[in-house]
């Protein structure tokens, strides 16, 4: 381990970071930091959620009873799925199966029913393909509770739901449909007034356990704990850290202004809910972007109710160590700490299958297949990338080489050219993040670096 060192005076402060620099056995796991006193408690009455399992049915079995008869409708012969049916209060779906490295081959699509009306929404398309995922022989994969999944919907606070999946053959349903399927319905819980609006003053961490006082304490010297956010720090303060830490020196120190990041503790995330050690690995070589796939219907008041719904969705129903991505972006460009561990150190994420180590993950809410990005999340990628990979001397504008864990491009152990800013689909064959941001990535890297001074 390295110690990052850094100070504080007046206004800015700085911050000594444990970057790790493990030997070249892989990512290692480190104990949680227990640190007393706890961050103090707030009210949390409202805010723990949870998860409705429902089995779907396979090829041949008889569906369950709708439980809603005034808009029941069956799967279509040629077709799986559930009928309408009320539920209890939801705001996101997904759909998993028991096998993760299995593929869901066909269209998956809902229809949701605004809480407390008759109102139903139009049939929306599930994005079939969520490939973010733990590394294979990761020890996140340990254990086997590791599900396949769809990439959750944000479809808003809902009572009732129908499912209908249509195989890519009618013929061959039991062939291109994995075993268990199952629709989860998460409850993100209620957000406590404080904790309302991405610019709000929220009240502090939720709960005061161990498990909360730990994610606090890993950015405790960029924040005071139980922060609810990290103020941005300008470029000359982030250059001061970086020399002062002697890590570059300064004739190559560059680095961009560190943005506002606000902490696991201001969007309410249930800090039990996920496994308790860190997992780091070496540094930070690249970043992967990504989009979410969950939408782009919400508002960027419902973000932080979203992070926390996408969260037990990744613990709960895919069976993760903690949510996969390393940071999330609002709309609005607000920036959001991801997994727990640090913002500033290298913790290892679930976001791109094959390329999780040496890399962080950057996720964008929303889906840009057929959509523009919003500019000021744009700008939020490069504003943060520019900080994140200055702080490991990373230029964002040239090519790094990963290892390959092993995925559906490039096979275990290739040492595969990559831009150090990449899209997620770079490292693995998929559409994400989207044609339209995807296309955003040149000027993005060229960006970043004129944000790091270069």
Request: net charge neutral; aromatic share 6%; with cysteine.
């Amino acid at each position: 381990m390295r110690p990052f060192l850094v100070t504080c005076l007046g206004a800015v402060c700085t911050a000594a970071l444990a970057l790790s620099l493990a030997p070249a056995a892989g990512a290692h796991a480190v104990a949680a930091p227990a640190p007393a006193p706890a961050p103090r408690a707030t009210s949390t009455t409202e805010l723990p959620g949870s998860t409705q399992s429902l089995p779907v049915p396979t090829p041949g079995a008889a569906a369950p009873d709708a439980t809603d008869r005034d808009s029941a409708t069956v799967p279509a012969p040629g077709t799986l799925g559930l009928p309408a049916r009320t539920v209890r209060p939801f705001s996101l779906l997904g759909v998993v199966w028991d096998d993760a490295a299995a593929e869901l081959h066909g269209r998956v699509q809902v229809r949701t029913r605004a809480t407390g009306t008759t109102r139903w929404s139009g049939w929306q398309d599930v994005q079939v393909h969520n490939d973010d995922a733990p590394d294979l022989g990761s020890a996140e994969r340990h254990g086997g509770d590791v599900r396949g999944s769809t990439s959750p919907l944000w479809v808003g606070d809902s009572d009732a739901v129908q499912l209908r999946i249509t195989p890519e053959s009618s013929d061959r349903a039991a062939a291109t449909v994995p075993a268990g399927l199952r629709l989860e319905l998460v409850d993100p819980g209620r957000t406590p007034r404080g904790l309302r609006g991405a610019h709000a003053d929220p009240p502090g961490p939720v709960g005061a356990g161990a498990a909360t006082a730990a994610a606090s304490s890993a950015n405790a010297l960029l924040a005071p704990l139980g922060a609810t956010e990290i103020p941005a720090l300008d470029q000359v303060a982030s250059l001061t850290d970086i020399a002062a830490a002697g890590l570059l020196s300064p004739p190559r120190a560059y680095v961009g202004a560190r943005p506002r990041i606000v902490t696991r503790a201001g969007w309410g995330a249930d800090e039990d809910l996920r496994e308790k050690d860190f997992i780091y690995t070496h540094t930070v070589r690249a970043a992967f972007v990504h989009h979410s796939g969950s939408g782009n219907d919400y508002s960027c008041d419902e973000a932080p109710a979203m992070i926390r719904a996408m969260y037990r969705f990744h613990v709960k129903s895919n069976g993760w160590r903690d949510i996969g991505y390393n940071f999330l972006i609002d709309k609005c460009g607000t920036v959001y700490e991801g997994r727990a561990g640090g913002v500033a150190k290298p913790v290892m994420g679930a976001h791109t299958l094959g390329f999780n180590a040496d890399s962080t993950g950057i996720a964008v809410l929303g889906t840009f297949t057929d959509t523009e990005p919003p500019r000021r999340a744009v700008d939020a990628i490069a504003r943060l990338a520019a900080w994140k990979l200055g702080l490991y001397g990373v230029d964002p504008r040239k090519m790094t080489k990963l290892l390959s864990a092993g995925g559906n491009r490039f096979p275990k152990g290739a040492k595969v050219p990559l831009h150090v800013i990449s899209g997620h689909r770079d490292g693995f064959t998929t559409d994400c993040p989207g044609l339209y941001l995807y296309n955003k990535l040149g000027a993005t890297r060229v960006a970043a670096a004129g944000l790091q001074g270069r």
